[in-house]
């Protein structure tokens, strides 16, 4: 037979406190004293007492979930993000919910307006959303940007202009003249930071670099990546992430082209598996799980910020990139071929 389910009026009797006791020592525990918070923890632990989150919901307005929105779950520099915020937000008290917008905007914005009411915060990561929907999502619930920087929201980015020079100054030092940038979605704020970063220092080495794309950033993708930089009879690519340059990898490879004898290339993330290709691939470090953990950092703060008039709300957190050197760059030959396909 079902036991009655323990409420907080049989632990404020059992402990001979008022109600409203009770739920401050179990929610907001530094609101009461530590001798009665002590007592009270005691009694609800030995009645086996479980919080009722409806109840709670109701009372406070708050959820203890956080709401976290990828544009691809199964891309691997997603993972670290994911661990990295699961794990903050678990320590802080809340549980972690995860969707994915499938890099598509009317998917992200049905999550969005979905979860608004469910959660007390959003992430939106690398978030293709318009500006004015991005400012009606914040008017119900903080909302946190990773991997994109828009005036009045708080957000963590990783350093793709630092890291697109360190490519540049990279493969200049290897003696490439002539780069291709395969680009990403054209509705990526990371992909127009790091194209108009590696177009800005190549100008300045004084080479070329040409851009061609969009491409879907997806290892599928790089056949065509591919077939498009070689028409550009560049010396080395430089591919929007790592799943479209080891797309690109894989149809040089079938094509017979060597890698790096005839073509550098270079990519973005190094995800997992990035260091498992033939060869390695070269490519731009992105602290995924630091990043996971500042962006939960961010959206608590700013509930708190909400409910204070002297917090800061906009935030801008930059971490740093670093470039992976791995056997996908060399010296360019002095005598490329001419490739057909």
Not at 241 to 266: H, M, T, W
Not at 280 to 309: F, M, N
Not at 311 to 319: D, K, R
Request: aromatic fraction near 4%; proline fraction near 6%; hydrophobic fraction near 40%.
């Amino acid at each position: 037979m079902a036991h009655t389910p323990v409420t907080l009026h049989d632990v404020a009797r059992e402990a001979g406190v008022a109600v409203s006791t009770v739920s401050r020592a179990l929610s907001n525990p530094d609101r009461v004293s530590p001798r009665t918070r002590e007592h009270v923890q005691a009694i609800a632990r030995r009645l086996d007492y479980r919080p009722n989150r409806v109840a709670q919901t109701l009372l406070t307005g708050r959820t203890q979930m956080l709401a976290l929105l990828v544009p691809d779950i199964t891309n691997p520099h997603n993972f670290g993000l994911i661990r990295g915020a699961e794990a903050q937000a678990r320590a802080a008290g809340y549980t972690l919910v995860i969707g994915d917008s499938q890099e598509d905007a009317d998917l992200e914005l049905a999550h969005a307006e979905r979860l608004g009411s469910a959660v007390d915060g959003l992430v939106l990561a690398a978030s293709k959303l318009p500006e004015a929907q991005l400012r009606q999502l914040q008017g119900h619930r903080p909302v946190v940007l990773f991997n994109r920087q828009v005036p009045g929201f708080p957000s963590v980015v990783t350093d793709s202009a630092d890291g697109s020079r360190q490519i540049v100054e990279h493969l200049v030092a290897l003696g490439h003249r002539r780069l291709v940038y395969l680009g990403g979605p054209q509705t990526s704020w990371t992909d127009g930071e790091r194209g108009r970063a590696l177009s800005e220092h190549a100008q300045a080495a004084g080479i070329e670099m040409v851009r061609r794309g969009p491409f879907s950033p997806t290892v599928e993708h790089g056949a065509a990546a591919a077939d498009v930089a070689l028409a550009t009879e560049a010396t080395a690519l430089i591919a929007f992430n790592d799943l479209l340059a080891i797309g690109v990898l894989q149809r040089l490879a079938r094509l017979g082209v060597d890698v790096p004898g005839e073509l550098s290339v270079v990519g973005y993330d190094d995800i997992f598996g990035s260091d498992f290709c033939r060869p390695p691939l070269t490519t731009v470090t992105s602290p995924a799980e630091p990043a996971g953990r500042a962006v939960i950092d961010l959206l608590l703060s700013s509930r708190v910020a909400s409910e204070g008039p002297d917090a800061e709300t906009e935030p801008q957190i930059v971490l740093p990139t670093r470039l992976r050197v791995r056997d996908s760059t060399a010296v360019p030959a002095s005598g490329r071929r001419t490739r057909g396909h």
